[in-house]
T-cell receptor, first 117, second 115 residues
Framework: AQSVAQPEDQVNVAEGNPLTVKCTYS??????LFWYVQYPNRGLQFLLK??????LVKGSYGFEAEFNKSQTSFHLKKPSALVSDSALYFC???????????????FGQGTILTVHP | DSGVTQTPKHLITATGQRVTLRCSPR?????VYWYQQSLDQGLQFLIQ???????AKGNILERFSAQQFPDLHSELNLSSLELGDSALYFC??????????????FGDGTRLSIL
């Protein structure tokens, strides 16, 4: 079975400071990893993904994420936070090629990011 | 705008009733996924359809059923509704069967309130 843990329910950061939202995962075989953001009363918006290759992946709105296989982590980062980044962030995992769970995404419980002016 | 359309946006009904949620996937996407988001359970995968056929099943109750039609839109049917079914129901779509590396794109959801 696949699972995702986001250890922090909430992350607070000052505008202009770097931010990190943590995620660890468990999956059989190679993982496909995703970050999504959810604004109030909206659906999830895709930010970035890791499939294979470079451990540092870049995504939308200046976000990036670092894949660490030995620590089974996929932390979301941004060098300089904006107030408009305040939202609910979800990490998700899916089995890689050859897996039998097809498209099933397993999500973490979400982390509320608040960026203070 | 993700290109995934869900209707209605809000639904208020009573216990014991039946409702149908509708989803139109992005143009060109053949897979449709349904998820339930609630405060206590978080985001849970319910079911996936690919080109009209069921592909994967998650934590979907027997009172719930879904189907995907030839025009690729999908409907999620919820019956004998209980208070605990109150949640935000999301539809997502993707190009392939789901085993590809392409992300799923989500609609804005249907908020179901059971009174």
């Amino acid at each position: 079975a696949q699972s995702v843990a986001q250890p922090e329910d909430q992350v607070n950061v000052a505008e202009g400071n770097p931010l990190t939202v943590k995620c660890t995962y468990s999956v059989s075989g190679n993982p496909y990893l995703f970050w999504y953001v959810q604004y109030p009363n909206r659906g999830l918006q895709f930010l970035l993904k890791y499939i294979t290759g470079d451990n540092l992946v870049k995504g939308s709105y200046g976000f990036e994420a670092e894949f660490n296989k030995s620590q089974t982590s996929f932390h979301l980062k941004k060098p300089s936070a904006l107030v408009s980044d305040s939202a609910l962030y979800f990490c998700a995992v899916r089995e890689g090629a050859g897996g039998t769970s097809y498209g099933k995404l397993t999500f973490g419980q979400g982390t509320i990011l608040t960026v203070h002016p | 705008d993700s290109g995934v359309t869900q209707t209605p946006k809000h639904l208020i009904t009573a216990t014991g009733q039946r409702v149908t949620l509708r989803c139109s996937p992005r143009s060109g996407d053949l897979s449709v996924y349904w998820y339930q988001q609630s405060l206590d359970q978080g985001l849970q995968f319910l079911i996936q359809y690919y080109n009209g056929e069921e592909r994967a099943k998650g934590n979907i109750l027997e009172r719930f059923s879904a189907q995907q039609f030839p025009d690729l839109h999908s409907e999620l049917n919820l019956s004998s509704l209980e208070l605990g079914d109150s949640a935000l129901y999301f539809c997502a779509s993707s190009v392939g069967q789901g085993a590809s590396n392409q992300p799923q794109h989500f609609g804005d959801g249907t908020r179901l309130s059971i009174l």
